[in-house]
């Protein structure tokens, strides 16, 4: 029996907390509410012919929804994943390789989300949601890159990783925002997850 599916967002902030504690991430973990807010960018439609723009904007989403579908993690992996982040590799004698090959899994899922997301048609309307997950897809490819060391490094401790990841939520937090906006702007229905 397969267990229903979260996006990689959502389990990064739980996995995250017990690691870390819940203090610093609370209000990140409930950031993807359906609160109503006020989009402050101009219009996206100067004149042109409204239909083809959503059209258009539709058309985006659904292959960034399918981006970020492909950087979702199973729950096998999320509980796995909150394990590597509570002690790092450098702590983890028992499940060592089980985590390395957890932690390869995950740089190559986001960077290869990154590459997607980097080659994605770019139009006005999305420019920035686009350059902000391009962003969050390489920060959280670099967290799981400090995760596993390399190139002569050891691989990141807690208090290393805690910092990255609260880099990455802080980030996560205002992309939602924006894609919560632009969703409601273009009457795009909310992402669904996998």
């Given amino acids: 029996m397969r267990l229903p599916l979260l996006s990689f967002r959502l389990f990064f902030v739980a996995a995250t ?6 203090s610093s991430v609370a209000p990140a973990v409930f950031a993807e509410t359906e609160q109503s807010s006020s989009s402050t960018q101009k219009p996206a439609d100067q004149g042109g012919d409204k239909s083809s723009d959503k059209s258009g ?5 659904d292959k960034y929804d399918q981006i970020r579908r492909s950087a ?13 982040l509570e002690r790092g590799l450098k702590n983890a004698k028992k499940e060592g ?9 995950m740089v190559k899922k986001y960077a290869d989300a990154l590459a997607s997301m ?3 048609q770019s139009i ?4 920035e949601l686009q350059d902000g997950y391009t962003e969050f897809f390489n920060k959280g490819h670099k967290l799981w890159q400090d995760c596993l060391g390399g190139d002569g490094q050891e691989p990141a401790d807690a208090s290393v990783l805690e910092q990255s990841r609260n880099q990455l939520l802080a980030h996560d937090k205002k992309i939602k925002k924006l894609d919560e906006e632009l969703r409601r702007k ?9």
């Fill in 97 to 105: 390789n089980k985590h390395r090959e957890l932690a390869q899994k």
């Fill in 17 to 22: 907390i017990g690691a870390f504690g819940a």
């Fill in 124 to 127: 006005p309307e999305t420019r």
């Fill in 57 to 61: 904007v539709r058309g985006w989403f």
């Fill in 72 to 84: 979702e993690m199973t729950m096998g992996e999320k509980f796995a994943c909150r394990s590597v």
């Fill in 118 to 120: 980097q080659n994605l």
């Fill in 186 to 194: 273009y009457g795009i229905p909310r992402h669904k997850h996998i």
